[in-house]
Every structure is written in C-alpha cells, then in structure tokens.
C-alpha cells in the first residue's frame, strides 16, 4: 500500500496520481472535485473552506460520490486551506461522503488516518461528463479593463496582466508561498475567504499581491460560493482588502461588483 500523496493544490494533478490517495489544499467544491474526478484518484481529502454560501465548500462531495469516489474535507478551523502538509499534520475531517465513510473514515478523525482509510476504497471507473467553461468575460466598459471571471486561478494566462479578474478561489497562499498568489501581473484580483480560517489563512494573498503592486480582496464564504467565480462577481460582499486595493476605492463591505466598478473606474 502507497502513502497518501500531498499537494497544496489539486490543479497540479498529472497521472502519477491516478489511483492514489491524495490530500490536497484545494477547496471541496465542484470545481475541485470535478479535477480529482478527472485525475481517476481512488480518495481524495480536501478542506471544507468554512462550507460557506449554499454549502459550497463541501459540494463536490456529493458529486464525487455519483462518480464513486470517496472524498472528505478537514475542518478549516483545523488547518491552513491551501496547505497540504498543514492539513496531514493538524487536519480534523468535518464531512465525508458515503463511500470515504464505507471505507472507514469518520467525521472527528485525524485527516492522516482518514487518508489511510481511503486506500481500502475503489478506484472509480466513471468518466466525469464535460465540465462548462470555467472562464468568461464579466464586464467590459470602453476605456476600462476588462473584468474576467474565472473559477480557479490556476486560470490566470499572460494575457490578463492588463485585467480584473474575479476568481472562484480562495485567499490563501499554496503552502504559504508569495510567488503563488497570482502567475501573472494583473490589474486586480479577488478571491473568496474560505471562512478565513486557522492562522488567517483565508487571506494571505493578499500582502503578497500589495507586494507587487496588485489590488486584491476576499469576499465572504457566507456571500458568495467558492469555486464559482460568476457567484463572486455577483454576490460576494468584500470582507478583506489590501493597501493597494483600498487607494483604488475599496472599502470592506462593498459588493463585489462595486470594487470592480470603483478599481476598473481608477484604472481607466
């Protein structure tokens, strides 16, 4: 039997992975488990980002269980989102589908021992269907920038350095590192908190995108769903702003809308 293999993200899956176990930063909603789905993993554990806004931070559970999966989430309040490791060594499992809890995981158990479990169960043999596009353009005004949504901000391309970009993600740095807060230089960028979680850490993107210049704010798990980029544009109320973001006319409790609107305004 493989030890559990560790990741601060789940969009970093190749097919080394296919058939593992695997415990990983990303948040439990669709997106992210459509990716485990699409990666063929026997297990996946992933962190319940405050479950947030219609249960979003634990949604791709249920969805997982129809592909055969088994999948939990560990307790954000138990360990850092977007931090792999942190959750193997301090993680609480919070929620588990029916087919992680027929493999002997249970809610209350320590995420590595819940990842051991998780090697007694199948590997599914279900194709996830096709998943709906997963970037888009949100607004577009002449003379501004352009806003783009996108459900992960694995998405970031080269060509959104001149953009605002409304991510489904959320604000944690991958395993606490500054050169993972955004690939590319963009105008602005707003993440979802994850409930903001243990040691802060649904927001610690956001000094590192001041850091170079970008504006940068988290909207509240409880307004708008993770992993779903279009339900942080449209109802995402903003919790957490940096320097860079608050010059440019943002103030915590705005909409979502209305920081792009006042960013996008400033840019031009």
Request: aromatic fraction near 2%; glycine fraction near 16%; hydrophobic fraction near 40%.
């Given at each position: 039997m493989t030890s559990p293999l560790v990741l601060d993200s789940i969009t970093r899956l190749d097919d080394s992975f296919r058939g593992q176990v695997l415990v990983a930063g990303s948040h439990g909603?669709?997106?992210?488990?459509?990716?485990?789905?699409?990666?063929?993993?026997?297990?996946?554990?992933?962190?319940?980002?405050?479950?947030?806004?219609?249960?979003?931070?634990i949604g791709g559970l249920g969805y997982l269980d129809e592909m055969g999966m088994a999948?939990?989430?560990?307790?954000?309040?138990?360990?850092?989102?977007?931090d792999g490791a942190d959750m193997m060594r301090r993680g609480v499992i919070s929620h588990a589908n029916a087919h992680a809890l027929a493999a002997g995981c249970m809610v209350g158990m320590a995420c590595a021992d819940a990842a051991a479990c998780l090697q007694n169960a199948p590997i599914p043999d279900i194709d996830p269907p096709e998943k709906q596009e997963a970037r888009f353009l949100l607004a577009t005004e002449p003379g501004q920038p352009e806003v783009w949504g996108i459900d992960s901000n694995s998405?970031?391309?080269?060509?959104?350095?001149?953009?605002?970009?409304?991510?489904?993600?959320?604000?944690?740095?991958?395993?606490?590192?500054p050169e993972t807060a955004i690939k590319h230089d963009v105008i602005a960028a707003l993440y979802n908190d994850a409930g903001i979680g243990i040691d802060d850490a649904g927001t610690s993107r956001l000094p590192a995108l001041d850091a170079r210049g970008i504006a940068g704010a988290t909207v509240s798990h409880d307004s708008a769903r993770i992993g779903d980029a279009r339900s942080t544009y449209e109802d995402g109320?903003?919790?957490h702003l940096n320097e860079t973001a608050i010059r440019l006319g943002g103030t915590a409790g705005m909409t979502a809308k209305g920081l792009v609107a006042a960013i996008a305004q400033a840019a031009a």
């Open positions: 909603g669709v997106y992210a488990t459509y990716l485990a789905a699409l990666g063929r993993l026997r297990g996946v554990i992933l962190n319940d980002a405050g479950v947030g806004k219609d249960e979003a931070g999948a939990a989430t560990v307790a954000h309040t138990s360990a850092r989102i977007g998405l970031v391309t080269p060509e959104d350095r001149d953009r605002i970009l409304v991510t489904g993600s959320h604000g944690q740095l991958l395993g606490g590192k109320i903003v919790t």
